[in-house]
């Protein structure tokens, strides 16, 4: 089946500093990848609809300067927390959206702790 | 690291039929999640066991935690076209700060 590679599984930055989560789809195309967010026992909340070669789409309350997504080539979706402060810390999941736009693929996961 | 495990991966069946789809780890998680997703469309939760032994219905759904909290099933009676997806459980670890997704199992009804 499809894998979707995400990286770092864990990350602990400080405050202040920008963090990139990479996003990739290993073995198929993929132009349209989501990104979520997940807080401790509760489901995962849609951030932001990224497609390749234009800008994300933002789900209401979500701040695009703050999370920025770049969806630079059908393989690669990368999000980019600026200037993390630690209401930041969460789990940040994304899935990848076949060419057919009928199936989507998810990564392990990423867990951001920002100290 | 903790790793869920769904099988099976893919499963094609008439409507009316009965399925179960299970979520196996070597781990123990203080709890876990069913997921069902539909093409396009993100996840939407389904049901959490927290305890093992558990089980939780939902309509046609049954969802059942492993006494030792390894694993998870979800039976699904009578299905319906409607019920097509594809269906993800995750495990939350101990320590509350980290969650696991299986693979995830695709679900066809076909009418």
């Known amino acids: 089946g499809a894998v979707v590679s995400q990286h770092p599984s864990r990350v602990i930055c400080k405050s202040g500093t920008s963090v990139k989560i990479e996003c990739r789809s290993l073995?198929?195309?993929?132009?349209?990848m989501f990104w979520y967010r997940q807080f401790p026992k509760q489901s995962l909340m849609l951030m932001a609809t990224?497609?390749?070669?234009?800008?994300?789409?933002?789900e209401q309350g979500v701040e695009k300067d703050k999370f920025l997504i770049n969806h630079a080539s059908l393989t690669l979706s990368t999000l980019t927390v600026t200037s993390a402060h630690p209401e930041d810390s969460s789990f940040y999941i994304c899935?990848?959206?076949?060419?057919?736009?009928?199936?989507?693929?998810f990564g392990q996961g990423t867990r951001l702790t920002v100290v | 690291t903790q790793l869920l495990e769904q099988s099976p991966q893919f499963l094609s069946i008439q409507e009316g039929e009965n399925l179960t789809v299970y979520c196996n780890s070597s781990?123990?998680?203080?709890?876990l999640q069913w997921y069902r997703q539909e093409p396009g469309e993100g996840p939407v939760l389904l049901v959490t066991?927290?305890?093992?032994?558990e089980v939780k219905k939902l309509k046609r759904l049954t969802f059942q935690f492993g006494d030792a909290r390894k694993d998870s099933s979800l039976h699904i009676t009578a299905a319906q076209p409607g019920d097509t997806g594809l269906y993800l459980c995750?495990?939350?670890?101990?320590?509350?700060?980290?969650?696991?997704f299986g693979p995830g199992t695709r679900l066809s009804v076909l009418p």
């Open positions: 899935s990848a959206l076949d060419r057919e736009g009928t199936e989507a693929f």
């Open positions: 073995d198929f195309q993929a132009t349209t």
């Open positions: 990224s497609n390749e070669g234009s800008k994300a789409t933002y």
């Open positions: 781990s123990v998680f203080s709890s």
């Open positions: 066991v927290v305890t093992g032994g």
């Open positions: 995750a495990g939350e670890d101990n320590y509350g700060q980290n969650f696991v």
